[in-house]
Each structure stands twice: as C-alpha cells, then as structure tokens.
C-alpha cells in the first residue's frame, strides 16, 4: 500500500495562497463543475479508487473506470487524478481500514468502492465528510445495507451493481444437462456477494428436486480443498456466484474440476477466463465505464448521490471456455444451441490470466 504525504509550509504572507493549494485544484467540486462548464482545463479532480482484490473481473472494472475517465476528462478539459490515489486491499480486511483512512486524509473528490466489501467500509469512514462515494461490483447493495433503496439511494453512496440471475444460470446447466442430480455449491461464506445467490441456489434446487452439497473457502488453499472434496463426491456441476475469493482461486482449482468431469458455472465472464466452464452475467467492461460515467455525473455535474439510482445490467450474457468445454467432452455448437434460448448473447472465451 503506498502512504502518501503532503506537506504544506505556511509562512508569513504567502499562507493564504499556500492553503488554497493544498487539496484539489480549483476549489470545491461544485466549482469545480462550474469551472469544467466554462471550459477551465485547470480543474482536478481527485478520485480515490480502491480495490478489494486482484482478480480478473475487478482489474476489468477498474481498466474501464480509468480508460473511460481519460477520456471524458478530455472531452470536458478537466483532469480527473485516479493514479496518486488507487490502493489495493488484496482481501486484507486491516490494509482496507488503513487505505480507507487515507482516502478520507487525503480529503479525496469522490472514492470509489470496488467491490462489496469495499463499499462497506467507506461507507463507515466517509461518515460525517462530504466525501461521495461510488461503488461497483456490489451484488446486492439493498441487501448489505448501503443504500435505502435502488431507485433512491438515500445517502452519499450509488454506484454500479452486478446483481445475478442465480435461476438463470441454474436453468443453463439443466439445459446443458437435462439428467443433473447433484450439484455442488462453492462459496466463501465471508462474501456478502454470494449470500443471496447461495440462497437462490438452494431455492432452485428444492424446486426441481436436486441435492445440492455445499463446500466453502476463505482463503486459495481452503478452496482447493474444498474443489477437490467436490470432485470426490462427483456432483454433476458445480455453481459459484460473483464471489470474490473463488474467482481469485479459479486459475489454481479449474483444472481440478475438468479432470473429473465435472462443469464450473460461475457469475461472470472472468471465470471463464480463467478456467471454469461457463460464465454468466454482466459485461464487467461496461460496468466500468459506466461507474465512471456516474463519477462524472456528480463531480462535474454536481449530481446527488442520494437521488442517483443504482445502476443494474442485462444478465443475458454467457461465456464458454472452448478448452475446457473440449476437455469435458462436450460439442461446442451443441452446448451453444443449448444456452441460446436462455442468454441473449453466447461468447467464447480461452483460458488465460487477464483479459486482452
């Protein structure tokens, strides 16, 4: 984590003029906005972003919020400062409460939550500043308790959420397998992304008559563990929602379930990516740049967070690894015309670290 200080000396007659450069260029951000309105290139905006963890689907997020900031910063002559305050709490739950009192020091423009846990703790120390925040990749942001409700946020806080239809994908492994018996439910019962979907999961299954056996990790070890125990009690598929600490495992547990057999549904296109089966749900690109569009809105245009609704995606989208789609035995064009009535768009995808 980088620790960042800025020392201000004020003496004599130039403290005035001292003072108002310590912060961001060009004053509060209402005028700030005022001054990108007229043109003012002189206006920054510092935008604190911080990261749950290094994943596939996060890093994505983030690549879009900055690309997307450059170049609505461009088209607005203002310049938003996101790389002297982007931080990364690799999942560490003390790094993130330090980063989080940095941010508010730093007396940053707006900060920007990646990811639920993220949000949660901004949340708790932008209390009493005026600092606004904007989360993504938060799943449920009613449920965990960040904002009143999605149409009317009620607080500093609105963002981006990456909710998931569980039945959906539920209904894409029957149609890939009409004969599923047993599924397995993989999970970190730490990740408040996964609570809602875990619950959905079982819902479906009680319906259709399927057993389900739950295995859980919190860390990449606990999860390989819990990959294998899976695949020793041959379940027919195993289904992980948007769950941060499984997607920072998939490149070390995926080749444990395609050696048995055994297809990975999961909640994005990034696991995917990184090896599992099938992923299904929201475009994690557009996610970002349509975070970063939210930041603009407030910090240039002097939108309410309170009044800004939180944005939601088409889940319709679903992604196959084509190796381990071969790897399992299965025909891709086959597999294609299974999903197809189900999703409103079927991408291929092979496995690799971090999108291109």
Not at 20 to 30: K, L
Not at 144 to 171: F, H, K, Q, R
Not at 198 to 221: F, L, P, R
Not at 286 to 309: C, H, K, R, S, W
Request: aromatic share 6%.
């Amino acid at each position: 984590m980088k620790k960042r200080i800025v020392t201000c000396l004020l003496t004599g007659v130039f403290a005035a003029s001292l003072l108002a450069g310590c912060g961001s260029t060009g004053g509060s951000s209402a005028d700030q906005g005022s001054a990108a309105a007229e043109g003012d290139s002189s206006a920054e905006y510092k935008v604190g972003i911080v990261n749950y963890v290094d994943d596939a689907s996060l890093n994505q997020i983030i690549e879009n919020i900055q690309t997307q900031l450059d170049v609505r910063g461009e088209e607005l002559g203002v310049t938003f400062n996101y790389e002297d305050y982007y931080d990364n709490a690799q999942a560490d739950s003390s790094v993130l409460n330090q980063i989080a009192a940095d941010q508010v020091a730093d007396d940053v423009d707006i900060i920007v939550a990646i990811a639920t846990p993220v949000a949660i703790v901004m949340q708790t120390a932008t209390e009493g500043t005026d600092i606004p925040v904007v989360f993504s990749a938060v799943t449920d942001p009613v449920g965990a308790g960040l904002v009143e409700s999605m149409d009317a946020p009620g607080g500093n806080m609105t963002g981006t959420s990456d909710a998931l239809d569980t039945t959906a994908i539920m209904e894409l492994m029957k149609a890939q397998n009409p004969d599923l018996s047993t599924i397995g439910l993989l999970y970190d019962t730490a990740q408040d992304s996964s609570e809602a979907a875990i619950e959905e999961a079982k819902a479906w299954c009680d319906e259709n008559q399927i057993e389900y056996v739950e295995e859980t990790g919190s860390t990449t070890n606990d999860v390989q563990l819990a990959a294998e125990s899976l695949a020793a009690d041959g379940v027919d598929a195993v289904f992980t929602p948007t769950d941060n600490t499984i997607m920072t495992a998939e490149l070390t547990i995926y080749e444990t379930f395609a050696e048995a057999g055994i297809p990975h549904y999961c909640g994005a296109d990034s696991f995917a990516l990184n090896g599992a089966f099938c992923g299904y749900g929201v475009d994690y690109a557009n996610l970002g740049v349509m975070t970063a569009d939210m930041i603009v809105d407030i910090l240039v245009n002097g939108e309410d967070p309170a009044e800004t609704p939180v944005q939601t995606f088409d889940n319709g989208i679903a992604t196959v690894n084509t190796e381990i789609c071969e790897q399992l035995g299965y025909d891709l064009e086959a597999v294609k015309a299974a999903f197809e009535p189900l999703c409103t768009q079927v991408n291929e995808i092979q496995t690799s670290e971090e999108f291109e």
